[in-house]
């Protein structure tokens, strides 16, 4: 079974700025990867597939990078609707495992 | 317009059963390979059981097998999930979701039922 981890755990940033979100597998999904934002009292909701591409909708302001077992999620110029927990989840190898998930919020 | 809604939620004792059902529109339902994933309070996401479109393939997590059994009315276009010899641990929130035909993420995600084992 693949582990994912997500780093950091928590993460501080001033609206206005930048963040950048950390995922790593324990052995290579390709660029099966996907990111998903959940606000509190709400269901995941999708923002990239394939590790890089936007769901329909989705803000630029939202972009995913890598491959193999090492993934990026960039928010840049966060709003205050972006403070949030993004979980990845990898559906290269079955079971399709998330991430512990890490929480953005407001500095 | 895709819409996922989840139904059967409730207080259940430990040991009990429960079915939850998800109903599914706007999309060929049994084109689609289901999911239901969990969220128990304040936790992360749990992938709990997978089908295929035509219900011939189950797919379970190691933990997950031997109490949860996850089937499809296609004619209903509804998925189902029983649960069965509850326990405190299986209190969660449980999504319905979606997945394209080949490589591709879980999408979209119906709202969530939640089920609590508790005496």
């Known amino acids: 079974e693949i582990v994912m981890t997500q780093s950091p755990a928590t993460v501080s940033v001033s609206p206005g700025e930048r963040a950048t979100l950390s995922c790593r597998a324990s052995?290579?999904?390709?660029?099966?990867l996907a990111w998903y934002q959940q606000k509190p009292g709400q269901a995941p909701r999708l923002l990239i597939y394939?590790?890089?591409t936007r769901a329909p909708g989705i803000s630029a302001r939202f972009s995913g990078s890598g491959s193999g077992t090492e993934f990026t999620l960039t928010i840049s110029s966060l709003q205050s609707e972006d403070f949030a927990v993004y979980y990845c989840?990898?559906?290269?190898?079955?079971?399709?495992?998330f991430g512990q998930g890490t929480k953005l919020e407001i500095k | 317009e895709v819409q996922l809604v989840e139904s059967g939620g409730g207080l259940v004792q430990p040991g009990g059963s429960l079915r939850i059902s998800c109903s599914a529109s706007?999309?060929?339902?049994?084109?689609?390979?289901m999911h239901w994933v969990r969220q128990a309070p304040g936790k992360g996401l749990e992938h709990v059981a997978a089908?295929?479109?035509?219900?011939?393939?189950?797919y379970y997590p190691d933990s997950m097998k031997g109490r949860f059994a996850i089937s499809r009315d296609n004619s209903k276009n509804t998925l189902y999930l029983q649960m069965s010899s509850l326990r405190a641990e299986d209190t969660a929130v449980y999504y319905c979701?979606?997945?394209?035909?080949?490589?591709?993420?879980?999408?979209?995600w119906g709202q969530g039922t939640l089920v609590t084992v508790s005496s």
């Open positions: 706007g999309f060929t339902f049994s084109s689609h390979n």
């Open positions: 394939g590790a890089s």
């Open positions: 989840q990898q559906y290269d190898n079955w079971p399709y495992i």
């Open positions: 089908i295929s479109g035509n219900g011939g393939t189950t």
């Open positions: 052995q290579s999904v390709s660029s099966d």
């Open positions: 979701v979606r997945r394209d035909p080949g490589s591709s993420p879980f999408d979209p």
